[in-house]
């Protein structure tokens, strides 16, 4: 089969749309069959239980919706190079194409992956669509890249930014279609066990769904966003963190229509566009510093005498008992809904880190395995922005007072009641469905009694200071040395 006739595959990863799709659009130009394909390869088997849960239901509907189309989405399991070369040979294909990625997992198997295919004589092509500007296209002065958030959004708040490609409307089959796995073979919702029910009816998933969203959100919401987005019980941001990162909407699709609500004079349209560029910046430190996902971005923070052990006060975190209401509200939101509103992740965060010690990595990996819209670069930028760590950090002796903040974004304890049982007097479908998806292990039941606080707030913020003390006076000595 010719080159120009030879089927291309499609090697879909957090990318599950049809707008917005520049390998997609191009393939379709080209007028050669498509064949869809989605390999649980090294890097996704990685996932945590909420992610592969949310992942499957992402796989279902974008199958369903390439179906619309006469096209089907195949599903092979195994190492990502093996997999793809296996079907090019399977389909004749001359070529696979795919979006680029950027944290470093999925840089390493992508590279592997090209280097094999290219060497084998395929046209292995990678394609932009995951963020709205390159790494590598957005530098400083100097020729660097931006470390700090502020300067990066003024870099390019009024850089021009590409409009989406539409949504084919048909797409070139091959004469015959591969085998593919059945998704359920994969078990991907099973590490969820009982809690997969409970997640169901929060998640907003497929690219319809996605579009509907943002229209609700620029037609209401976002005109008080700036003011109101920091009240968790209040529905005042978009949720699109949960789509964008499995790619059900792009980027700039939303870009687009942020700006327009923003040139039709709706307040908060520009400082929603700061979020959406504050995804960036994370994306862009972790191509450029890659060890942020894993490590202490300041290396200086080694020697910070964080605790790395997972003992009682880390589990009680977890289940939502460390006695302080609006940290405990936001762990069980998290186990409910697969989301935690973002002012919460900063309190509990702060939390853990702060009045309790503990490393930042462990509630990095919590998040991992809990969070429906788990994202590597926004997760490590996060947890290391609240510990005092990473880049453009929140400066460590900013510690969060978990009183004083719901005082002042909870004040009337709307949300606080919404998640904990043992606080309200009529506890509502949310508190509840908390006790249906937890572990059996950890023995709660709704009638258990409020806990005492783990630890003193004022005694916990002031053991931080000391210790945060202590690491500048022993960072300070060595470089007296």
């Known amino acids: 089969?010719?080159?120009?006739?030879?089927?291309?595959?499609?090697?879909?990863?957090?990318?599950?749309?049809?707008?917005?799709?520049?390998?997609?659009?191009?393939?379709?130009?080209?007028?050669?069959?498509?064949?869809?394909?989605?390999?649980?390869?090294?890097?996704?088997?990685?996932?945590?239980?909420?992610?592969?849960?949310?992942?499957?239901?992402?796989?279902?509907?974008?199958?369903?919706?390439?179906?619309s189309l006469g096209s089907r989405l195949i599903l092979r399991r195994g190492r990502a190079a093996d997999v793809l070369a296996s079907l090019a040979k399977e389909t004749g294909a001359g070529a696979?194409?795919?979006?680029?990625?950027?944290?470093?997992?999925?840089?390493?198997?992508?590279?592997?992956?090209?280097?094999?295919?290219?060497?084998?004589?395929y046209d292995a092509r990678s394609f932009a669509g995951h963020l709205l500007f390159e790494p590598w296209s957005v530098k400083t002065k100097q020729g660097g890249f931006f470390k700090v958030y502020t300067p990066m959004w003024r870099a390019v708040r009024d850089r021009p930014v590409e409009r989406a490609e539409p949504a084919p409307q048909q797409m070139l089959s091959p004469n015959s279609w591969p085998d593919s796995d059945q998704?359920?073979?994969w078990g991907l919702q099973l590490a969820m066990n009982r809690g997969g029910d409970i997640l169901a009816r929060h998640a907003c998933v497929g690219e319809a769904r996605a579009l509907d969203r943002l229209e609700h959100f620029l037609d209401g919401p976002v005109i008080g966003y700036?003011?109101?987005?920091?009240?968790?019980?209040?529905?005042a941001t978009?949720?699109?963190?949960?789509?964008?990162?499995?790619?059900?909407?792009?980027?700039?699709?939303?870009?687009?229509?942020?700006?327009?609500?923003?040139?039709?004079?709706?307040?908060?349209?520009?400082?929603?566009?700061?979020?959406?560029?504050?995804?960036?910046?994370?994306?862009?430190?972790?191509?450029?510093?890659?060890?942020?996902?894993?490590?202490?971005?300041?290396?200086?923070?080694?020697?910070f005498?964080?605790?790395?052990?997972?003992?009682?006060?880390?589990?009680?975190?977890?289940?939502?008992?460390?006695?302080?209401?609006?940290?405990?509200?936001?762990?069980?939101?998290?186990?409910?809904?697969?989301?935690?509103?973002n002012r919460c992740r900063m309190i509990a965060g702060s939390y853990l880190t702060k009045h309790l010690l503990k490393h930042w990595?462990?509630?990095?990996?919590?998040?991992?395995?809990?969070?429906?819209?788990?994202?590597?670069?926004?997760?490590?930028?996060?947890?290391?922005?609240v510990a005092g760590s990473g880049p453009d950090a929140s400066p460590f002796f900013r510690i969060f007072n978990p009183q004083t903040q719901a005082e002042k974004f909870d004040g009337k304890k709307v949300y606080v009641h919404r998640y904990l049982a043992e606080?309200?007097?009529?506890?509502?479908?949310?508190?509840?469905?908390?006790?249906?998806?937890?572990?059996?292990?950890?023995?709660?039941?709704?009638d258990d009694t409020y806990p005492e606080q783990m630890i003193d707030l004022g005694s916990g913020r002031r053991r931080a200071l000391a210790a945060y003390e202590q690491m500048k006076s022993r960072s300070e000595g060595r470089g007296d040395a």
Request: include cysteine; charge should be negative.
């Open 423 to 446: 606080l309200s007097q009529d506890p509502g479908r949310d508190a509840l469905d908390f006790y249906q998806a937890c572990p059996h292990c950890w023995q709660l039941a709704p």
């Open 305 to 341: 005498p964080w605790q790395e052990d997972e003992d009682e006060a880390v589990l009680r975190w977890k289940m939502g008992r460390t006695g302080v209401p609006l940290v405990d509200a936001a762990m069980r939101q998290l186990y409910v809904t697969g989301y935690m509103h």
């Open 1 to 67: 089969m010719s080159e120009t006739k030879s089927p291309i595959i499609l090697w879909f990863r957090r990318d599950f749309r049809l707008a917005e799709h520049a390998a997609l659009s191009e393939a379709v130009r080209s007028g050669r069959p498509i064949v869809p394909v989605f390999v649980l390869d090294e890097v996704v088997e990685t996932y945590g239980a909420a992610p592969k849960w949310r992942l499957d239901a992402a796989l279902r509907l974008f199958d369903e919706r390439l179906k």
């Open 96 to 121: 696979i194409w795919w979006t680029r990625a950027y944290d470093p997992d999925a840089i390493a198997r992508d590279t592997a992956v090209k280097s094999s295919l290219a060497s084998a004589g």
């Open 226 to 235: 700036k003011e109101r987005r920091d009240f968790p019980a209040e529905e």
């Open 238 to 303: 978009s949720r699109l963190s949960e789509n964008l990162t499995w790619g059900e909407i792009g980027p700039r699709t939303i870009w687009h229509a942020g700006v327009q609500a923003m040139n039709d004079g709706k307040p908060g349209a520009e400082h929603f566009l700061k979020e959406l560029v504050w995804r960036e910046f994370s994306y862009h430190l972790a191509y450029h510093s890659p060890e942020i996902i894993s490590s202490n971005w300041r290396p200086d923070w080694s020697s």
């Open 361 to 385: 990595r462990i509630g990095q990996q919590w998040f991992e395995d809990c969070l429906i819209d788990w994202d590597p670069a926004a997760n490590a930028m996060g947890w290391q922005w």
């Open 183 to 185: 998704l359920e073979s």
